[in-house]
């Protein structure tokens, strides 16, 4: 008989049986490691190491003991009874099968190394204190959009390397970072995080590569929206089997901006209106204020289609996404809500609430460095100063900063656009977005 412990299936094998999953997944490579002479320990693996791995962690170390001594009831029913010798059913246990018959999959090295990621060592690492306070300072940071000064504190954090869930967050942060800075170089660092953390096995890790997987398919969203989108399919239905509904809401907001620029606009509706539910969920306020401004832009979008102006359930969904910003102090980090809002209540005639909208955002912009938002809000002005121009309006100069900060972030598509509008009389511009 073989034991095939499969850490890319999550799965353990033992002969004809059904696969064993979950916490049994840590005991038998635990095990499996002990036999073949992979870990520096004793070939037995006592109740109180595997208490420290994986999803046994959660449980004491008598109840670990307990539902293992079950296990071994189990197999000898199944006439398996001779697979694991003990030292006391409930104390230490160890494989008595020959090495050779023990597969581990992809390969020893990457169990061992999963294993030893899943272990936690109850340490309090030297200077966690100020790193905690450091990760803390950089999540207020990040709201407020000040990304190049999280990219230098984050320089500092390193004292708690050896826990791994501080690590994962650091990465995580690292990579926000890098997203919101918009720097070639940054691209790279992003780029390189999603792939060092694609070979993550333990849950943060996981949810760190999936969250930065929907900022990396973002960042490229100009590019080729379709193939991105068909990419962040099968992340989808991994998050879902796992029960992240979290990084699930965050990978499915992406996939609705995608699906705009691929042009499937119900379908991005669809994703959003899924989106924001989930970020409902788990409490996630800056993240459900940006479903909600989605969900504003894809209706927008539906009535541009038909021909039509928006309508107040655009201006409603703006509202509701500013309240979340004001009543839970998130969204500082984009001006994107207040840019629209103008846009739209021009498109809709009203010049005074689109002013005021203009007005927000422009202060709001005083503390963010998104190009993409700050184009945007050029352009927007540009479109209402042409049409009924403020006492120092400049709506060429305007476009022209557009463009160019248009170019420095990739989209094409704005620049023609906005080559348009410099091609027509300035102060009466034909805007198509």
């Known amino acids: 008989m073989k034991l095939i412990v499969d850490i890319e299936l999550e799965q353990v094998k033992l002969g004809k049986e059904a696969p064993l999953k979950g916490q049994w997944l840590d005991f038998y490579a635990a095990l499996a490691?002990?036999?073949?002479?992979?870990?520096?320990?004793?070939?037995?693996?006592t109740a109180e190491s595997l208490s420290r791995v994986g999803a046994w962690q959660h449980k004491k170390v008598e109840s670990v003991g307990k539902e293992i001594a079950r296990h071994l009831g189990d197999l000898a029913v199944k006439g398996m009874g001779d697979l694991i010798e003990h030292q006391g059913r409930t104390i230490a246990w160890k494989l008595v099968m020959p090495a050779k018959a023990i597969v581990l999959k992809p390969n020893p090295s990457e169990v061992h190394a999963?294993?030893?990621?899943?272990?936690?060592?109850?340490?309090?690492?030297?200077?966690?204190?100020?790193?905690?306070?450091?990760?803390?300072?950089?999540?207020?940071?990040?709201?407020?959009?000040?990304?190049?000064?999280?990219?230098?504190?984050?320089?500092?954090?390193?004292?708690?390397?050896t826990e791994p869930t501080i690590c994962a967050w650091r990465a995580f942060l690292r990579?926000?970072?890098?997203?919101?800075h918009e720097d070639d170089d940054d691209d790279q660092v992003l780029s390189d995080l999603v792939t060092e953390w694609s070979r993550s096995k333990d849950a943060p890790g996981r949810t760190v590569h999936a969250r930065?997987?929907?900022?990396?398919?973002?960042?490229?969203?100009?590019?080729?929206?379709?193939?991105?989108?068909?990419?962040?399919?099968?992340?989808?239905?991994?998050?879902e089997l796992r029960g992240d509904i979290a990084s699930l809401g965050t990978v499915i907001n992406a996939m609705g901006i995608l699906a705009r620029r691929a042009g499937k606009t119900e379908l991005s509706t669809s994703h959003h209106m899924r989106a924001?539910?989930?970020?409902?969920?788990?409490?996630?306020?800056?993240?459900?204020?940006?479903?909600?401004?989605?969900?504003?832009?894809?209706?927008?979008t539906e009535l541009r289609a038909r021909n039509q102006k928006p309508d107040e359930d655009v201006l409603?969904?703006?509202?509701?996404?500013?309240?979340?910003?004001?009543?839970?102090?998130?969204g500082k980090d984009s001006a994107q809500a207040e840019?629209?809002?103008?846009?739209?209540?021009?498109?809709?005639?009203?010049?005074?609430?689109?002013?005021?909208?203009?007005?927000?955002?422009?202060?709001?912009?005083?503390?963010?460095?998104?190009?993409?938002?700050?184009?945007?809000?050029?352009?927007?002005?540009?479109?209402?100063?042409?049409?009924?121009?403020?006492?120092?309006?400049?709506?060429?100069?305007?476009?022209?900063?557009?463009?160019?900060?248009?170019?420095?972030?990739?989209?094409?598509?704005?620049?023609?656009?906005?080559?348009?509008?410099?091609?027509?009389?300035?102060?009466?511009?034909?805007?198509?977005?």
């Not at 990579?175 to 919101?180: K, P």
């Not at 409603?316 to 998130?330: D, K, P, R, T, Y």
């Open 33 to 45: 490691l002990a036999r073949t002479g992979k870990r520096r320990d004793a070939d037995f693996v």
């Open 114 to 161: 999963w294993i030893e990621a899943r272990t936690r060592e109850f340490s309090t690492p030297k200077g966690w204190v100020g790193d905690l306070r450091t990760l803390v300072e950089c999540v207020a940071m990040l709201q407020q959009g000040k990304a190049e000064d999280v990219i230098d504190r984050l320089k500092d954090c390193a004292a708690s390397q």
């Open 175 to 180: 990579g926000r970072a890098a997203y919101q």
């Open 212 to 239: 930065l997987r929907a900022l990396l398919a973002l960042r490229y969203r100009f590019e080729d929206p379709e193939a991105t989108l068909a990419s962040l399919a099968k992340l989808a239905t991994d998050l």
């Open 276 to 300: 924001a539910a989930l970020f409902g969920l788990v409490g996630d306020h800056q993240s459900l204020q940006a479903a909600l401004f989605n969900l504003a832009l894809c209706r927008w």
């Open 316 to 330: 409603e969904l703006i509202e509701l996404c500013l309240h979340v910003c004001s009543q839970f102090g998130v």
């Open 339 to 433: 840019i629209c809002g103008a846009q739209w209540a021009f498109e809709m005639g009203d010049t005074q609430r689109a002013r005021r909208y203009l007005a927000e955002a422009e202060h709001a912009l005083q503390s963010i460095e998104n190009t993409y938002d700050h184009a945007c809000f050029f352009e927007v002005r540009a479109l209402i100063d042409s049409a009924s121009p403020a006492i120092e309006g400049d709506p060429i100069r305007d476009l022209k900063t557009a463009r160019s900060l248009y170019v420095s972030c990739g989209d094409q598509d704005s620049v023609r656009r906005v080559d348009r509008l410099l091609s027509t009389d300035p102060r009466r511009p034909n805007r198509k977005p």
